[in-house]
């Protein structure tokens, strides 16, 4: 595997021509720039494997398509839409144990105009789901706690749905609004030209999200959620 260099403007460069040109003739033609990008991302992966079996070595570290590479062509077989191709292409940390979106985890991904970090609870999950809503209702004071620090979430992109219906009566309010959430998708947002002018500093400034973003997943994955939150805080300080 080819050691990581960080990410060349020129893969941006592909994913605006393909949400430009989103046909199989253009992308024949840039191939070879798909698997340029194709190959950042997976020595991507490379880089943050120490990282990430640290942190938790239950975490998906495997390059492969389909493992922690997502594929840049759609399934268009049940869907309305027929686009070929997708307009963003990442790869996903996830327990090992588990499909590749069928447990939630961490992404790193490119867009035309941005490249993305950051954590999600899948609105087809519905067991981990649960198991987000029960961990919050156990430790309500240990989730405002989190959620009251403002370097986690600050400035972060928010992609959610809520229940209507009350799930857990008498929680705090931030902890109330999380246990409502059917899902979400929260991320950093790294402008494209800032993503490439870091190189391969910007493996440092995914870890440092993961690990503000590591207490938000252990409530989503977690059947010691007290325990498992000790364990992160005595290590990172978090």
Not at 25 to 35: K, N
Not at 78 to 91: A, C, G, H, N, Q
Request: hydrophobic share 40%.
């Amino acid at each position: 595997m080819q050691e990581f260099r960080g990410f060349g403007a020129r893969s941006f460069g592909f994913m605006q021509g393909l949400k430009d040109n989103n046909d199989r003739a253009w992308f024949e033609r840039h191939r070879a720039d798909w698997e340029t990008l194709k190959g950042e991302l997976q020595s991507l992966c490379g880089a943050m494997a120490p990282f990430l079996e640290e942190l938790d070595p239950d975490l998906e570290t495997d390059p492969k398509t389909g493992r922690c590479l997502g594929r840049i062509f759609r399934d268009i077989r049940f869907t309305r839409d027929k686009s070929l191709f997708r307009e963003s292409i990442d790869v996903l940390f996830f327990p090992a144990a588990y499909g590749r979106t069928k447990a939630p985890g961490f992404a790193v991904g490119l867009k035309a105009a941005e490249c993305y970090i950051g954590t999600w609870l899948g609105a087809s999950m519905t067991d981990w789901r649960a198991r987000f809503e029960a961990n919050i209702a156990a430790a309500p004071g240990l989730f405002e706690s989190y959620l009251e620090r403002n370097d986690n979430f600050g400035g972060l992109w928010l992609r959610s749905e809520s229940y209507k219906k009350e799930r857990v009566p008498g929680l705090p309010a931030l902890a109330r609004q999380w246990a409502q959430r059917k899902y979400f998708y929260l991320a950093e947002m790294v402008p494209a030209a800032e993503a490439v002018r870091l190189g391969t500093e910007i493996v440092g400034r995914i870890e440092e999200r993961f690990l503000r973003l590591y207490p938000l997943y252990l409530f989503a994955t977690s059947e010691r959620v007290a325990q498992e939150l000790e364990r992160f805080g005595n290590k990172y300080g978090g």
